[in-house]
């Protein structure tokens, strides 16, 4: 089927016990045994059912099923954030003493994990531009056991070729975990470009709507299975009630990103063709250097706007402080337009030399484009441009 049928039917069917086209929320934390001896064979994995939420759910294992199919893999694992599934992937399949190789351009959040919290588990992260495959060749030793990339990047919409990344992979065993939250499987499927495992927010351009918080691992059966046996321990669940927002989001996916998309590239042109604009960086646009591998991997340009303001952080502030439609606030995905300054919001936890490394300059503004009318949003940045 095509991926907007995908997004309404696929891995999700009427419930089998009342027939709700819309599936229930199984808003519980506990399941009850039918005797003693049913409760001992699910506790020893004899019977497949249902004992505590923090383990299972019938919601949200509804909603990883989907996700997994719309990704084109076997299985999935549905968490609490999306920091919480990219930290239970890394801890399952790094050791202490080995090391994983991250490109350095990524979600701040991300990069923080990877800088200040895993250290303190043993575990080495090495970044690298992964957008040159050398430099993911070089990096590799006996101790990497994961490579972990974002594509589109977070906040410079950095292209990386994910099946050059996949080839390198796969000729060392290493794994390939490919964080998809800016493109989702409407516009990129990592797994068919020979991704091991993809990791979302769920936040995100799944929700839709500003008001869950959730993020997802899918991948192969097995990998998934051994995934779960740590994760149920470490308590990283979602709650029955936002994984069945994030599956009513779910259904709306193509809509959305098909709007998101076309208001996204009309603003990109604008903002290209503006004297107070020094830069901007949007695959979309034939002058971003990653214009061939978006093409190549992706059915659309996406969502998500970076540029930079002639006049550096001081006219982003005044930008930022001039919007009155376009919303000054983080996160992305929304039916809102959201605009933020990554250097001093989301990715403040790089240095000034990581800024400057990565191609996060002072004056660069993000922008997650909404849903409204395309002409009104050019309007805001119009007027705001000019007080610069």
């Known amino acids: 089927m095509h991926i907007e ?13 009342t027939g709700a086209l819309s599936p229930p929320i199984y808003q519980t934390s506990t399941f009850v045994f039918r005797d003693a001896d049913h409760g001992a064979r699910l506790f020893k994995g004899e019977e497949k059912g249902h004992i505590y939420t923090r383990i299972s759910n019938p919601t949200i294992e509804l909603l990883a099923k989907k996700i997994a199919f719309l990704e084109s ?38 990069f923080t994990l990877f800088k200040n ?28 056991k994961l490579i972990f990339i974002e594509t589109p990047a977070n906040p410079t919409l950095k ?55 959730g993020g997802v691992a899918v991948g192969r059966q097995s990998f998934i299975e051994k995934l779960w046996k740590d994760a149920k321990d470490i308590g ?21 990103m098909e ?10 042109e604008f903002l290209a063709g503006h004297d107070k604009v020094e830069k901007v960086y949007y695959p979309g646009l034939r002058s971003h250097p990653g214009y061939d591998v978006a093409k190549r991997q992706m059915w659309g340009a996406g969502g998500m706007i970076g540029f930079d303001v002639k006049g550096g952080k001081p ?7 001039s919007v009155a439609l376009c919303t000054l606030a983080v996160s992305l995905g929304d039916v809102d337009t959201l605009i933020e300054h990554p250097a001093s919001m989301t990715h403040s936890g790089y240095s000034e030399a990581e800024l400057k490394e990565t191609g996060i300059n002072p004056g660069f ?18 007027q705001a441009l000019a007080r610069i």
């Not at 919290?117 to 990497?144: H, M, R, W």
């Not at 990283?236 to 959305?256: E, Y």
């Not at 849903?371 to 119009?382: F, Q, T, Y």
């Open 5 to 17: 049928t995908d997004v309404v039917h696929g891995g999700q069917h009427p419930d089998k016990w």
């Open 73 to 110: 893999t076997d299985a999935g694992l549905i968490f609490a954030s999306g920091l919480a599934a990219i930290y239970n992937v890394v801890v399952n399949l790094v050791d202490s003493g080995s090391n994983v190789i991250s490109d350095d351009t990524i979600y701040g959040g991300t």
């Open 117 to 144: 919290v895993l250290p303190k588990t043993g575990i080495k992260v090495v970044f690298v531009d992964a957008s040159d495959p050398l430099q993911v060749t070089s990096a590799i030793n006996e101790q990497t």
């Open 159 to 213: 292209m990386i070729d994910i099946a050059k990344c996949a080839e390198i992979a796969q000729k060392r065993n290493i794994p390939l975990c490919v964080d998809n939250t800016f493109a989702t499987p409407y516009l990129q499927k990592p797994v068919e470009l020979g991704a091991d495992i993809v990791v979302h927010s769920a936040t995100k351009y799944f929700g839709g709507h500003g008001d869950i918080i």
């Open 236 to 256: 990283a669940c979602i709650s029955p009630f936002n994984a069945w927002l994030i599956l009513r989001g779910l259904k709306t996916l193509a809509v959305r």
């Open 259 to 268: 709007r998101h998309c076309a208001n996204a590239q009309k603003i990109a």
């Open 315 to 321: 006219a982003g502030k005044v930008l930022m402080n």
């Open 365 to 382: 503004v993000r922008i997650s484009v909404g849903l409204e009318h395309v002409d009104d949003l050019i309007d805001d940045l119009k």
